[in-house]
């Protein structure tokens, strides 16, 4: 079956540490994307990219990177710069140009220790 | 910049209720209009499209008219049932290209039986 898949589930974070959330798609789709969801807001981008090895930054960038070494994966590292970093991320990607539905995978929810 | 505003949660119905969940937008030229639905713990799912005035989408009973002259994209289904408690988002893409998607903060639907 093809989807997004998201790694782990839940993901714990220490003071001052760096954790990476898994992002993997088989749809072969071009775009792929990173948001952050907080309750009672909605979801706020945090980087995007296109195609493979190109990227940008998205509404909320500061804390976090991200790289696209390969079209089915997008990993997002959340970094100790992030100061509130607790929240549900969520994943998405994007067949092509001109096809705007974005298919969002399951969530990691980040918790801090 | 694009803005989409969509009505406060939580509602909470009886089932076989009439459901209306008011979206409104803010955006430059012809977007494309969404409503995603999520349930408890997982990512967003497309619920339903249009992409120009006056087109309406329908999936599973829901219902949505792309109003341009009162840029709203407003919700809709006759009769709700308990699994259609989930949250909502409306959201808009401008036309063409990976154009970022801009979402409301998502209203909670409660259906009780």
């Known amino acids: 079956d093809g989807g997004i898949t998201q790694s782990p589930k839940y993901l714990f974070r220490k003071e001052g540490q760096n954790v990476t959330l898994s992002c993997e798609q088989n749809?072969?789709?071009?775009?792929m994307y990173w948001y952050r969801q907080d309750p009672g807001q909605g979801l706020r981008l945090i980087y995007y990219?296109?195609?493979?090895?190109?990227?940008q930054k998205g509404d909320i960038a500061e804390g976090y990177s991200v790289s696209r070494e390969k079209k089915e994966s997008f990993p997002l590292t959340v970094t100790s710069a992030q100061k509130n970093p607790t929240a549900f991320y969520l994943c998405?990607?994007?067949?092509?140009?001109?096809?705007?539905?974005?298919?969002f995978g399951p969530g990691t929810r980040l918790l801090v220790l | 910049g694009n803005s989409v505003t969509q009505m406060e949660g939580p509602v909470t119905l009886s089932e076989e209720a009439f459901l209306t969940i008011n979206c409104t937008y803010t955006a430059t030229g012809y977007p494309s209009l969404f409503w995603y639905v999520q349930y408890p713990g997982e990512g967003l799912q497309l619920l339903l499209k249009?992409?120009?005035?006056?087109d309406k989408g329908s999936n599973k009973g829901f219902e949505a008219t792309y109003r341009k002259e009162t840029t709203s994209f407003h919700l809709e289904k006759g009769s709700v049932q308990v699994s259609d408690s989930a949250v909502y988002f409306c959201?808009?893409?401008?036309?063409?290209?990976?154009?970022?998607?801009?979402f409301g903060t998502g209203t909670k639907l409660q259906v009780i039986p």
């Open positions: 749809l072969n789709h071009d775009a």
């Open positions: 990219s296109q195609i493979v090895n190109d990227f």
């Open positions: 998405a990607s994007q067949p092509g140009q001109g096809q705007e539905t974005q298919y």
């Open positions: 249009a992409t120009k005035a006056d």
């Open positions: 959201a808009l893409s401008s036309s063409g290209g990976y154009q970022k998607v801009t």
